[in-house]
């Protein structure tokens, strides 16, 4: 999202305290970005992708153990964050 969009998000880590969160809102003021404020909302995704290392070229094996590396490779990612809200 562009910071022309009216619902553009930016995030900041979770564990930010209120005073960080002042910070990077008056730094974000002087740089013309008036339109600003902290809303108090986490937001959260996650992701979980299973892939075979296989399809990617990863074909190396253990030469006396050919099943000492799986071929498939799990992902999983969990995100919790707080949001800005560009007005």
Same mark, same amino acid.
């Given at each position: 999202?562009?910071?022309?969009?009216?619902? =553009?998000?930016?995030?900041?880590?979770?564990?930010?305290?209120?005073?960080?969160?002042?910070? !990077?809102?008056?730094? =974000?003021?002087? =740089? *013309?970005?008036?339109?600003? !404020?902290?809303?108090?909302?986490?937001?959260?995704?996650?992701?979980?992708?299973?892939? /075979?290392?296989?399809?990617? *070229?990863? /074909?190396?094996?253990?030469?006396?153990?050919?099943?000492?590396? *799986?071929?498939?490779?799990?992902?999983?990612?969990?995100?919790?964050?707080?949001?800005?809200?560009?007005?």
């Amino acid at each position: 999202m562009s910071l022309n969009d009216s619902t =553009a998000i930016s995030f900041v880590p979770p564990d930010d305290s209120k005073k960080i969160l002042e910070r !990077e809102l008056k730094a =974000a003021h002087r =740089a *013309g970005l008036n339109d600003l !404020e902290i809303v108090d909302r986490d937001l959260g995704y996650s992701a979980r992708i299973v892939l /075979n290392r296989r399809t990617y *070229g990863v /074909n190396w094996s253990h030469p006396k153990v050919p099943n000492f590396v *799986g071929d498939n490779v799990e992902i999983e990612i969990n995100l919790i964050t707080k949001a800005i809200d560009f007005q």
